[in-house]
Nanobody
């Protein structure tokens, strides 16, 4: 497992914006997919956004479409721009990288299993 460094979380009022970043190794292989997941208290782990890095194709959960944007710039580095945040977006957000099992089943956003995970970063949205 490789080390993924997440940054950018914090607290914001409803309607505000935050940008999360995730950086993997800047050497070696390039991850095929990178993604963001989240888990709110008492709720299941949820795929939020996914990017197929070689083609730049992106996939989003319905709950964030039109508000969140996943992007990549440097090697193995992705960002999640979150706009018009809502209290229900409050959760721990996790970066994931290198898809082991590609799937487009409901809720997977293109990947059923990732090899690498970050430690998580907290996003709190107050009403």
């Amino acid at each position: 497992q490789v080390h993924l460094v997440e940054s950018g979380g914090g607290s914001v009022q409803s309607g505000g914006s935050l940008k999360l970043s995730c950086a993997g190794p800047q050497y070696g292989r390039t991850f095929n997919y990178m993604a963001w997941y989240r888990q709110a208290p008492g709720k299941e782990h949820e795929a939020v956004a996914n990017i197929y890095t070689s083609a730049g194709r992106t996939y989003y959960a319905d709950s964030v479409k039109g508000r969140f944007t996943i992007s990549q710039d440097a090697k193995n580095t992705v960002h999640l721009q979150m706009n018009n945040l809502k209290p229900e977006d409050t959760a721990m957000y996790y970066c994931a990288a290198e898809c082991l099992h590609v799937s487009f089943a409901a809720g997977t956003l293109g990947c059923r299993q990732f090899e690498n995970w970050g430690h998580g970063i907290l996003v709190t949205v107050s009403s």
